[in-house]
């Protein structure tokens, strides 16, 4: 089955530097890429996706890179702000399996 | 639209007893997945329900289980807890067009 690593598990910068969390994924027929912010008492919410068949996507201050041949995605968070502190959670999902397999969670800690 | 709902949001049971968790997904959703989310463990699939059947089943045992009404609520049951069974329970709804899942608020479930 799918497998999926995520790095760092704990990440903290100042307010205004920028933050990037890596995944990578064992299965090449993934295809779907989403990307949940978790803040405490509540559950995952989605902030951006990618599929298969696109290199990169941005909303506002946040990105997203995937690298098919390497089997690697990264979000990119620029202009930090201390609401950003949160667990962020990458996911892999095969196409027609409709269940992700999710990365362990990055907690950032945006410092003020 | 509404989110996902989940009833209720916190739990305590001592070991030995069962437990009955309820989530209403959102309107027009048809799947609905249930999470467990530990600590030590992360984000980990239990099982999915389309139109009232199971389609996709985690690795847990069978002390866990589910089932999806006609109008798409579902209920997680839990029989004969452990103390290991002390989580989150979170479930997420999605369409059939799109792999997006949506996620409740969860369900906090301590046992003693």
């Known amino acids: 089955g799918e497998n999926v690593e995520q790095h760092p598990s704990t990440l903290s910068v100042q307010e205004g530097d920028s933050a990037v969390i890596k995944c990578t994924y064992s299965?090449?027929?993934?295809?779907?890429f989403p990307w949940y912010k978790q803040e405490l008492g509540k559950g995952p919410q989605l902030i951006i996706d990618?599929?298969?068949?696109?290199g990169e996507k941005k909303d506002q201050r946040i990105a997203v890179t995937l690298n098919k041949t390497a089997k690697h995605f990264s979000l990119h968070i620029t202009e930090t702000q201390p609401e950003d502190s949160a667990v962020y959670f990458c996911?892999?999902?095969?196409?027609?399996?409709?269940?992700?397999?999710f990365g362990r969670g990055t907690s950032l800690i945006v410092h003020p | 639209k509404a989110g996902v709902t989940q009833t209720p949001r916190y739990l305590i049971k001592t070991r030995g007893q069962q437990v009955t968790l309820s989530c209403s997904p959102i309107s027009g959703h048809r799947s609905v997945s249930w999470y467990q989310q530990t600590p030590g463990q992360g984000l980990q699939f239990l099982f999915e329900?389309?139109?009232?059947?199971?389609?996709n089943k985690g690795n847990f045992p069978g002390r866990f289980s589910g089932r999806q009404f006609s109008n798409s609520r579902s209920e997680m049951n839990v029989s004969t807890l452990e103390l290991g069974d002390s989580a989150l329970y979170l479930c997420?709804?999605?369409?059939?067009?799109?792999?997006?899942?949506?996620f409740g608020p969860g369900t906090r479930l301590l046992v003693l």
């Open positions: 996911a892999a999902t095969a196409g027609g399996s409709y269940i992700p397999t």
């Open positions: 990618i599929r298969s068949n696109v």
């Open positions: 329900y389309f139109s009232e059947t199971q389609r």
């Open positions: 997420a709804s999605s369409t059939p067009e799109e792999e997006t899942q949506y």
């Open positions: 299965d090449s027929a993934s295809n779907y």
